[in-house]
């Protein structure tokens, strides 16, 4: 089955997961026929440079200078920064390479220019060959924060990073999300998009601050909507989200990640392991599909933004 190229798609990305599938749409997509939009709930500063863990990470990915490994940070990285910092007595607990660093330093002296993050990130995208267009939600600050039994409220990546998402969780608390808006972009291409397609990000940390930022009326609804399951098998490929979903008391699978964006979707789109969770979620009223979700190579990724694709195109 061939993909119809002429949908104007906007997907919603986390962090590692989300950005193999972005990568993905942006190999069967004309360029600009994809708008990604991308969390910055995990930003923060580090050494005094803001960082911006979720839209490095899909930018690297996009343009093929992501770290196979890891995910997040650059290929073929070095170190000699860090190790003179450890040295130093720096704070090494969040590690940045040398070729990342350029990034963090190169962003903040903008920034602190007062060059909105937005405007940064598409110059940084057409420097790196990265053609569609990759929105940070938003410009203004939006921290997720995420509150734990042993240390209260935490900061995202002291949860994630410090604390290696030891601690357990009770809930999140989005700060800044009464004031802060979508970036510039965000609003335009929802309004342009023919369907909305939630990568396999995790649901509580990585799209609840995207979907939080957009209008609260859901006006911005005017399309269908597919998610992809990042849970397969009652557990996640990479990141926390089964064990957070476990200890809000939810059993972690691929219906709890439907029923979490139950009234958004239309269609679901699960692994075939959970092939028997397909008739849960119809039950409601998500129209399931099931494929091989997992994306160990660059063809995986390609495949299932075919399939999802495909999928998009019952409900347009
Ligand atoms: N994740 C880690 O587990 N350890 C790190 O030291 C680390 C450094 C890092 C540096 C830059 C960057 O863009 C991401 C980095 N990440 C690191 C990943 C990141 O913090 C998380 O994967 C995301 O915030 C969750 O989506």
Redesign the pocket.
Known sequence: MTTKTHLKIVALA???GGAKLADGLARCLPPENLTIIV?TG?DFIHWGLN???????VC?TLAGLANPE????RREESWQVFQQMERLGAES?????DK?LAT?LERTRRLKAGEPLSTITRDFCQRWGVEPLILPMSDTPLATMVQTVEFGELA??EY??HK?CQPQVTGFRFAGADSATPAPGVLAALQQADALIICP??PW??IDPILQILPQDGSWRRFPIVAVSPIIGGATVK?PAAKMYAELGITPSATAVAQHYAGLLAGFVIDAVDANLAEEVRALGIQPSIQNTLMKSAEDRERLAKDVLNFVERFV
Do not use: A, C, E, K
């Open positions: 986390g962090g590692v969390n995990d960082i911006s863990p979720d839209l490095d990470t690297y890891t995910g997040w940070g607990w969040f590690r940045l390479g990342d963090h995202f990546q994630f990073v290696q990000s995790n940390v990585s990141g």
